[in-house]
C-alpha cells in the first residue's frame, strides 16, 4: 500500500513538473509574440533629425571658403580661446614599393613597418608642442595664410569641398554619409531624412604635383636620417629624396558659432630611398624603396562654453527631472551656474538644475548660464509638460479597393489622456492609392501599396495594407 501511494507521489509530481514548464513556454511565447507586435507598433519611432542652419551659410566654392576661413581665424585671435599647436608624421609602409623581383622576403614589410613606427615618433618629437591658456594669446604661433583663390577650388587647378550633411534611416536611427532608399541594418524601405553635423569641414588643395610653386623639402634630410638610424643593421641609406606631392588646408568650425575648432596643413610626399640591405637580407642588394609619407602642422581651439545635455525634454506633470551643465574653462567646478525658468507656473528649476513640473501642460524654457572672463555663456533647453503618446494601432491591417473606390482608415492613439494625439497619414506609392490628412484611402489604379501613419508625438507607425484592383 505504501508502494503505491509513493508511485502516485512520483506520478503527481512528474504531472506537476510538466505543467509548471508548459505554462512557462506558454508565458515565453505569448510574452514573445506580445513583444514582437510591441515592436511592430514602435516601427518608425526615431524622431527626424532637426535642421538648425548655421550662424553663417556653408561655403559653396573655393573663394567663399578662404573668406570664411579668414573670418574665423580672426575671430580666433580676436577671442583667443585656449589653444594646441602640435605636429604629426605618418609613413605608410603598407602601400610602400620596392623595386626588386625575385625572392619572395614575406617579413621584409611587416621589419620596415616596424621601423616606421619609431621614425615617426622621432620625426614628431623634433617639434615643440605650444599650449596657450584661455586669454592668453597666441598671434605668435599661429599665422593663416592670405589665400589666393586663383590657385585653388573651381577657380583654379586646386579642389574645394564642405561637408557636414549627413543621412539617418527614420526607422532605426543609422547614420550614412550617403542619401540611400533603404536601410540595410534595420530593414526598412523609407528614405533616409538629411541631417545635419555640428561643425563645417572644409577642405582646400592649395597645392598638387604639377601645379603650384615649389616647396621646401626641409623634411627630406630629417626622414633619411631618422630611417638609417631606424634601419641600422637591417640596410644602409645610400641616398634619399622627399618630394612634395599635395598641400592641403582642412578646417572645422562650428557652425552655429562660427568658433574655429581645428586647423590642419597636410602635406604629402612621395620618399624615395636608396637602401643597401645587409645581414640578412645581403642578397637582396641595393634597392630604391618608394612610400608615402604625410605631414601635418595642427592647430586646436577650445573656447569657454556652457553645454546642457540636452535641448529639448519632456516631463509628465507634477513629475521632476533634472539638467546637466557641462562647463569649458578655467576651474569650472568653482564656477556658480545660474538656473532660470521662463515660466515658474510651467515649470521651476532650483540652482542644481532640478526641475519641477507643474499641474497642466504646458511649455517652458530653462536656462543656464555662467560669467568667465568677463562674458556670459549660457544654453537652453525647452521642457514641455504632456502625457506623451505611448502607442497607435491602425483600424484595420488590410484593405481592398477598386479603383475608384474610398475606404476610410482610422488610428487608436494611446493612452487616452495623452496630450498631442494628431498623426501624420503617409502613402509609399500614390499611383495606387492616396491618402489624405483625415485617413480616407481613395484607390487609383490596380497594385498594393502600404499606407501608414505617424503620431505627431513619439513618431509611432502603424499601418495598412492595401489592394486595388
Request: glycine share 8%; hydrophobic share 35%; proline share 4%.
Amino acid at each position: 500500500m505504501e508502494l503505491e501511494i509513493s508511485e502516485k507521489k512520483k506520478k503527481n509530481t512528474k504531472i506537476l513538473y510538466v505543467g509548471v514548464i508548459v505554462i512557462l513556454i506558454l508565458i515565453f511565447v505569448v510574452g514573445f509574440i506580445w513583444g514582437l507586435f510591441r515592436v511592430l507598433a514602435l516601427e518608425g519611432t526615431f524622431p527626424p533629425p532637426q535642421l538648425t542652419e548655421g550662424l553663417s551659410p556653408a561655403p559653396q566654392n573655393a573663394a567663399e571658403a578662404a573668406e570664411y576661413f579668414s573670418s574665423s581665424a580672426e575671430k580666433a585671435l580676436r577671442e583667443a580661446p585656449k589653444f594646441v599647436n602640435s605636429h604629426g608624421v605618418s609613413i605608410d609602409f603598407d602601400e610602400a614599393v620596392l623595386s626588386f623581383s625575385g625572392a619572395e622576403y614575406p617579413g621584409l614589410y611587416d621589419t620596415m613597418s616596424l621601423v616606421s613606427d619609431g621614425v615617426e615618433e622621432a620625426l614628431e618629437a623634433q617639434y615643440e608642442t605650444v599650449e596657450r591658456g584661455f586669454s592668453e594669446g597666441f598671434e605668435d604661433v599661429f599665422y593663416p595664410p592670405e589665400l589666393d583663390t586663383a590657385d585653388i577650388g573651381e577657380t583654379g587647378a586646386g579642389d574645394f569641398s564642405c561637408s557636414y550633411i549627413y543621412y539617418v534611416c527614420p526607422s532605426c536611427g543609422a547614420k550614412s554619409d550617403e542619401h540611400l532608399s533603404e536601410c540595410d541594418e534595420c530593414g526598412s524601405d523609407r528614405e533616409y531624412e538629411t541631417a545635419y553635423r555640428d561643425d563645417y569641414t572644409v577642405t582646400l588643395v592649395l597645392w598638387k604635383a604639377g601645379y603650384g610653386p615649389a616647396a621646401d623639402d626641409s623634411m627630406s634630410s630629417d626622414v633619411a636620417d631618422e630611417l638609417a638610424k631606424g634601419l641600422e643593421g637591417f640596410c644602409n641609406i645610400v641616398g634619399s629624396s622627399l618630394k612634395m606631392e599635395s598641400l592641403q588646408l582642412v578646417y572645422r568650425v562650428e557652425r552655429e558659432t562660427d568658433e574655429l575648432r581645428q586647423v590642419s596643413f597636410v602635406t604629402d610626399y612621395t620618399a624615395t630611398v636608396e637602401c643597401e640591405f645587409i645581414g640578412d637580407y645581403a642578397e637582396i642588394g641595393t634597392v630604391t624603396v618608394t612610400v608615402p609619407v604625410r605631414g601635418s602642422e595642427d592647430y586646436y581651439f577650445t573656447w569657454p562654453s556652457l553645454r546642457l545635455n540636452k535641448d529639448y525634454m519632456y516631463i509628465e506633470p507634477r513629475q521632476q527631472d533634472n539638467l546637466l551643465a557641462t562647463l569649458t574653462c578655467d576651474k569650472p567646478t568653482e564656477m556658480t551656474v545660474v538656473w532660470t525658468s521662463s515660466d515658474e507656473s510651467v515649470m521651476t528649476v532650483d540652482d542644481e538644475g532640478y526641475m519641477k513640473a507643474g499641474k497642466e501642460p504646458g511649455t517652458a524654457v530653462v536656462t543656464a548660464s555662467f560669467e568667465f572672463n568677463g562674458k556670459t555663456y549660457s544654453d537652453s533647453c525647452e521642457i514641455e509638460i504632456k502625457i506623451p503618446v505611448e502607442s497607435s494601432a491602425m483600424s484595420k491591417r488590410s484593405l481592398k479597393l477598386q479603383a475608384g473606390q474610398t475606404g476610410r482608415l482610422e488610428v487608436k492613439v494611446g493612452p487616452s489622456d495623452a496630450t498631442h494625439k494628431g498623426v501624420t497619414w503617409y502613402t509609399e506609392d500614390p499611383g495606387v492609392a492616396t491618402v489624405d490628412e483625415g485617413g480616407l484611402v481613395t484607390a487609383v489604379s490596380a497594385g498594393k501599396t502600404t499606407v501608414y501613419s505617424l503620431t505627431d508625438d513619439g513618431w509611432y507607425k502603424s499601418s495598412c495594407e492595401v489592394t486595388v484592383s
